[in-house]
């Protein structure tokens, strides 16, 4: 289990970063043409933002955190509900990271920032 408010490495493939809930097993999400112009997949317990290169990336959940970050290149916010005591997020053939976000109905929102070295992917869980 992984702490909130760090950072953790993660590599980004096929374009894709993945928050999820249930078991530790990544769902299984097809993107249509309009989830690629809106830069996510909604799937069975989880969510794909779309990344914005494939390789080294940074990752940092937060929870109900009134802070957000200094400025984004793409912030994308949506309903997520789990029933779980863990969340994963993973990227296709990488680690599955784990966090502790209690049990409940949130606003995920995804901050994605462009760096030169690696790209930064703030995750934020807001309950509602």
Same mark, same amino acid.
């Given at each position: 289990m992984n702490n909130l408010n760090q950072a953790y490495s993660l590599s980004i493939?096929?374009?894709q970063i993945t928050v999820y809930t249930g078991s530790k097993t990544p769902p299984v999400i097809d993107?249509?043409?309009d989830d690629i112009?809106?830069?996510f997949a909604m799937g069975d317990q989880g969510v794909s933002f779309e990344g914005i290169n494939n390789g080294k990336? #940074? @990752?940092?959940?937060t929870?109900?955190?009134d802070i957000s970050p200094a400025s984004a290149d793409r912030t994308?916010?949506?309903p997520f509900t789990h029933a779980s005591d863990?969340?994963?997020?993973? #990227? @296709?053939?990488?680690?599955?990271l784990s966090f502790?976000?209690?049990k409940g109905d949130y606003q995920l929102t995804c901050y994605t920032t462009q760096q030169p070295d690696e790209d930064l992917y703030h995750i934020h869980f807001q309950t509602v």
């Open positions: 493939s096929y374009h993107w249509s043409d112009l809106q830069g990336a #940074s @990752v940092t959940v929870l109900n955190n994308i916010t949506i863990q969340v994963y997020i993973t #990227s @296709v053939m990488a680690q599955v502790p976000i209690p």
